[in-house]
């Protein structure tokens, strides 16, 4: 999932997990490590806008009246409708996930759903979060409310107009929870990013010295928590599919196009832009190319429901039967979350504890709206681009 002071910063947790398989055992795991879903509970009464606890996660910034970046919620409240009518397990897990976040409902942040008028109006289409679910174990949300572009093509599907999460009751996916997994995207859509996706925690590793990855090494304040030779690429479970069918170009073409895609083959699994390009889901697990726009708090948070377990979108099957596509550099392995940590709390926290209003007094694609000219000169395909997000919006 997002990604990055990005515009449109939207995360995928799994995107193209497929299961073909069961998992009894893991199944029968996930309710008892939920059975305690407040484990923190004591210092949740403690944090406030101006806490001093260590803090570790990252998320979107505060920019009042810029409509070019993901901005946050105003007034604390996600305005939200499912664009189908739910099913009642899908409508209850949806609500549980909400309750999911207790900590943020002690500080007065709020979900309001609202009605259908509402839902499927056009005015409203920028700042009402559309739940949409889905089967097939897709998880991605737009990152707080996103920077969309009016001009943009409505009949590309990846065009963004406005604040939407897509949700899944597919089991042994993501953090092999299906509650857990939505308040994972619950996290993107109040504005918090992947924690495994912060730069400044990987380093190259010896033998990738001279590869051209594509992420900032400096920091060295920071503990490095990744090396690239920990990511394992291949084991994805779309990487079959992705890297044969981009070698069969490759193979096909000649002159320059031929070198062109060759250098994204050689890149596919060390660059965002080129996994994005190719809509692999590499995109989820690689360092971001820098972080513009983005708060980085001072210190790594293990726990936090934004890091990927070491198997998320692995090949081989269910749940924890997938294999391992990124550890930590000590070769350990990154356990699943089924609930967010005081740190992802802390940073949401401060983030809303801003006194600034986050929302345009007009739609910020509104010909009305002030900035509207100013908006219309950067072209979409510019935001697109943009540090941290992901060429087609899904990170
Ligand atoms: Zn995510």
Redesign the pocket.
């Known amino acids: 999932?997002?990604l990055f002071s990005a515009p449109i910063a939207i995360?995928?947790?799994v995107s193209a997990e497929t299961v073909h398989g069961g998992s009894r055992s893991w199944e029968s795991k996930a309710p008892n490590q939920r059975a305690n879903p407040t484990p923190y509970y004591e210092d949740l009464l403690t944090l406030n806008s101006t806490s001093t606890l260590v803090k570790r996660a990252m998320s979107i910034k505060s920019s009042p009246g810029d409509n070019s970046v993901a901005r946050i919620w105003p007034n604390k409240e996600i305005r939200w409708c499912f664009e189908e009518p739910p099913s009642p397990s899908f409508r209850g897990q949806w609500e549980t996930a909400l309750k999911s976040w207790p900590g943020l409902l002690r500080h007065d942040f709020t979900y309001k759903e609202v009605d259908d008028d509402v839902c499927k109006s056009e005015s409203e289409r920028s700042s009402v979060l559309h739940v949409r679910y889905n089967n097939r174990g897709v998880?991605?949300?737009t990152n707080g409310i996103p920077a969309i572009d009016a001009a943009a093509d409505k009949s590309d599907p990846d065009t963004i107009l406005g604040p939407y999460t897509m949700l899944s009751d597919k089991e042994g996916v993501g953090q092999g929870d299906v509650v857990a997994n939505m308040a994972?995207?619950i996290?993107?859509i109040w504005g918090l990013h992947?924690e495994h996706q912060i730069p400044y925690y990987w380093e190259k590793s010896l033998e990738h010295t001279f590869d051209q990855w594509n992420f900032p090494e400096e920091n060295p304040g920071r503990v490095k928590r990744f090396q690239t030779n920990g990511f394992i690429c291949s084991n994805l479970k779309d990487y079959d599919d992705i890297y044969g069918g981009l070698e069969a170009k490759v193979n096909a073409a000649t002159g320059n196009v031929k070198k062109d895609l060759q250098a994204d083959l050689d890149r596919l699994c060390k660059s965002r832009v080129v996994a994005s390009t190719y809509k692999f889901s590499a995109v989820?697990w690689l360092p971001l190319e820098h972080t513009a726009n983005l708060v980085i708090d001072s210190d790594f948070d293990p726990k936090s429901i934004?890091l990927?377990p070491s198997n998320a979108g692995g090949k081989g099957g269910f749940g924890d039967d997938r294999e391992d596509v990124m550890k930590y550099s000590d070769d350990t392995v990154i356990p699943p979350r089924w609930w967010p940590s005081p740190m992802d709390y802390e940073r949401l926290i401060k983030l809303y504890g801003s006194p600034a209003l986050s929302t345009l007094e007009v739609p910020h694609t509104s010909k009305s709206s002030p900035n509207f000219n100013l908006f219309k000169k950067s072209s979409y395909s510019n935001f697109r681009k943009r540090a941290g997000d992901t060429k087609d919006g899904v990170c």
């Open positions: 999932m997002h995360i995928l947790l998880l991605k949300s994972h995207e996290g993107h992947h989820e934004m990927y």
